[in-house]
């Protein structure tokens, strides 16, 4: 296997980067000049390894996109043991996932500049579809007498406060709110268990 280029290792780090300042500062916050600090690189080399601020969101998008599809393969990876929907809610809101906040926060702020950024539109929304499909494949596994309509909104309200855990990360909620979240998951997991 060949090594990864400079240019990539650089616009790896770059955009890492980039990704804990918009995460820690939002879209707008996340200056140039924070980016390049956070990099330990000259601000210059921002625009040679990722291009002007037009240029650097958009390869922001497609690396945040990225991102999800590794850990929502990850994620399906881990669905193939569960046996019961309840096992889903474990996995999901396991305390040792490698979830990585900075994701979801990013794609947060990205979605508030979509009107801008059109073109982010399509594949922002194809990362978060492909999520719900996975939870939705694995409950429909788990308990198949279930309707699709019902194992879609069940996935969507299992989704709703793990997403909801990430975004709120940074006002560090009290530990309640995580257990709130996990209960009120598995009350949806159960009518799956239920269904005829």
Not at 26 to 43: F, M, N, P, Y
Request: with cysteine; net charge negative; glycine share 6%.
């Amino acid at each position: 296997m060949p090594r990864p280029s400079l240019k990539d290792q650089r616009s790896g780090e770059i955009l890492e980067a980039y990704l804990t300042c918009v995460a820690r500062f939002g879209l707008d916050g996340a200056t140039q000049e924070r980016i390049a600090s956070e990099a330990g690189v000259k601000r210059p080399l921002l625009r040679h390894y990722l291009g002007n601020k037009d240029q650097m969101i958009p390869a922001l998008a497609a690396y945040v996109v990225d991102g999800f599809a590794t850990s929502t393969h990850a994620i399906e990876s881990a669905l193939a043991d569960a046996e019961m929907p309840s096992d889903i809610v474990d996995i999901l809101f396991s305390k040792d996932s490698t979830s990585d906040p900075r994701l979801m926060l990013a794609w947060q702020a990205l979605t508030a500049s979509a009107a801008e950024y059109p073109d982010m539109r399509a594949p922002l929304l194809g990362s978060l579809s492909r999520f719900l499909e996975v939870i939705s494949k694995a409950l429909s596994r788990t308990a198949p007498a279930a309707g699709a309509g019902r194992v879609r909104a069940v996935a969507q309200g299992i989704a709703a406060p793990l997403v909801n855990l990430d975004a709120m990360s940074p006002l560090n909620p009290p530990a309640e709110w995580r257990e709130d979240a996990v209960s009120a998951a598995k009350i949806l997991a159960a009518s799956l268990e239920t269904a005829k």
